[in-house]
């Protein structure tokens, strides 16, 4: 994977991706889950548009019964949190209609 640039909020790191770590800029480490870790990878992997469809299919390895597509919106959001730096937007777009995407970040003014 190609070396984040500094408009990037964080760094996936292929070493650290068995423990689910993600790393910010700044160093500091954000634990994720392993459905929180499986949807990043699928997000990063594809780098287009994801319906919550295959999303579903991507965490499918949990039971059945507790998934829907509100399990999806649920991880999405708290990646976005996990993800956020400084009050930046984190890197994962909702396309209406369909699912998710993962998208560059834009620089700041203060970038």
Excluded: W
């Amino acid at each position: 994977m190609a070396e984040p640039g500094p408009e990037h909020a964080c760094e996936i790191d292929c070493r650290s991706l068995v423990r689910r770590e993600l790393f910010r800029p700044d160093g500091s480490m954000v634990n994720l889950t392993a459905g929180e870790l499986n949807i990043l990878v699928a997000l990063a992997s594809y780098m287009t548009r994801l319906s919550r469809d295959f999303l579903l299919d991507v965490i499918s390895n949990r039971d059945p019964r507790e998934i829907s597509e509100h399990t999806v919106d649920t991880l999405i959001v708290r990646l976005r949190r996990k993800m956020q730096l400084d009050g930046t937007a984190a890197p994962i777009a909702t396309v209406r209609g369909v699912g998710y995407a993962l998208v560059p970040l834009q620089p700041t003014a203060s970038s």
